[in-house]
């Protein structure tokens, strides 16, 4: 009996494990539509821009626009992250033309507003943190590169800032279509692991992150630029807190009142957040009673109830995001009415095209062709007809008249001698002088 019952504790603390992991929501947004709470914020963050205000939507926020180009866009969380051991989910998209350049990053420093504010991995001066740059190095199509700096190198006058990453991957991130899914975890016992679209990009077991620091996402576009939208970040922790373990020796009364005060604590922590750790594995032989076994059991049922808890409202808040999306969806849809007004002018068209198909293609035309030579014959004979006519009365009305023209000659020829007689009478009768 007591191997039976060790072995389904084990069997429940493995499961606890993996729902572990529990949302931080004052270091996420984009789990609900819409997004922000009254369309100027998002809950817990801080969006701000140099040359533009980065644009809310329902479902995303525009950090960068697609025009103009050379623009900045940031996002800060308001608080501090306090877990060791947690994971974040950046969901992002970069959409512009063939030539258009930019960069995001996703920095986890100390001070980070204050100190990183809108700056690039490139304009940045000493921060304490770690800086996650997707951009298009090197002339690639895209890929994902790790920085790290403990507050003592200056990025900005750093001749060759590129030589400072400690890891990157290939990624073409641009114009899919689709939003693209960045993932940073951070364990003391793991390190630090990056993936993106759920494949490993790099990791390393010997960096370690310290807690206390604040998440922040930055972009900037170049001339043409890069338009980068950020759908959601979902950042989750795992405790490391233990329960206490259960106790070897229990008294009779502590074992008839325990299961009832248990099951009203359970009852009162539904609506609760509750840590979900993993008990403490101890030495079968140290529960040499059935109160003891029971108890060790009781408490890995109860943790597993949590993680089940957790579960179920994890998938409820993405239930609600999805009827609120589905909603949106049906709103933005024509009405029933519209859609059967446009169904029956397609209808009406269709008709008539295969009427007019049909009258083409069974049609005899042959009568109409022959009128219609018919009638090109009467034209051609009437214009034939009369045109000789027509042409012989308007060149003997516009020709000129030759005897008209005789007699003006004429004329001017007699004017000429009348004037010429006149001339020598006068001039003969004028008295002649001599020297």
């Known amino acids: 009996m007591r191997v039976f019952i060790l072995t389904a504790a084990h069997v429940l603390a493995f499961a606890s494990t993996i729902f572990a992991q529990s949302l931080i929501s004052d270091l996420s947004f984009g789990q609900t539509s819409p997004l922000a709470d009254n369309g100027a914020n998002i809950p817990g963050f801080h969006v701000f821009g140099e040359g533009h205000v980065p644009r809310l939507m329902s479902d995303r926020v525009i950090l960068t626009p697609p025009h103009p180009g050379n623009k900045r866009g940031a996002l800060w969380a308001d608080k501090k992250n306090t877990a060791t051991d947690w994971k974040v989910d950046l969901d992002f998209r970069a959409n512009g033309p063939e030539r258009a350049g930019g960069n995001l990053q996703l920095w986890y420093v100390d001070s980070g507003k204050a100190l990183v504010s809108l700056s690039s991995i490139y304009t940045v001066r000493k921060f304490d943190g770690l800086a996650l740059v997707i951009d298009t190095h090197g002339g690639t199509s895209g890929s994902i590169r790790g920085f790290l700096n403990d507050g003592t190198r200056d990025h900005r006058n750093d001749p060759n800032v590129d030589a400072l990453a ?31 679209d759920d494949r490993p990009c790099f990791s390393s077991d010997k960096i370690s ?15 043409p630029p890069d338009s980068f939208e950020v759908f959601k970040m979902s950042t989750y922790s795992s405790s490391s807190n233990s329960p206490p373990p259960a106790q070897n020796q229990y008294q009779p009364q502590q074992e008839r009142s325990q299961p009832q005060s248990n099951d009203n604590k359970i009852n009162n922590n539904d609506a609760a957040n509750v840590p979900i750790t993993e008990p403490k594995d101890d030495d079968p032989t140290t529960y040499t009673t059935s109160a003891a076994q029971f108890a060790d059991l009781h408490n890995r049922l109860q943790l597993l109830s949590h993680a089940v808890h957790n579960l179920f409202r994890e998938i409820s808040a993405h239930t609600t995001a999805e009827e609120a999306r589905y909603n949106q969806i049906l709103k933005q849809l024509p009405s029933a009415n519209t859609m059967n007004n446009l169904d029956h002018r397609v209808q009406n068209i269709e008709l008539m095209i295969s009427a007019l198909k049909k009258e083409i293609e069974s049609g005899d035309h042959k009568g109409q062709f022959e009128r219609l030579h018919d009638k090109l014959n009467v034209a051609h004979e009437r214009i034939t007809e009369h045109l000789p006519q027509t042409l012989a009365r308007v060149v003997s009305s516009s020709a000129p008249r030759v005897g008209l023209l005789v007699g003006v000659v004429v004329v001017v020829q007699v004017g000429l001698a009348a004037a010429y007689v006149i001339y020598k009478r006068r001039r003969s009768q004028v008295p002649k002088k001599y020297l």
């Open 209 to 223: 992150l310290p807690s206390d620091y604040y998440f922040g996402i930055t972009a900037a576009s170049s001339d």
């Open 166 to 196: 400690f890891g990157h991957c290939d990624y073409a991130y641009r114009n899919l279509g689709r939003p693209s899914k960045l993932t940073l975890k951070s364990s003391p016992s793991a390190g630090l692991q990056v993936l993106v």
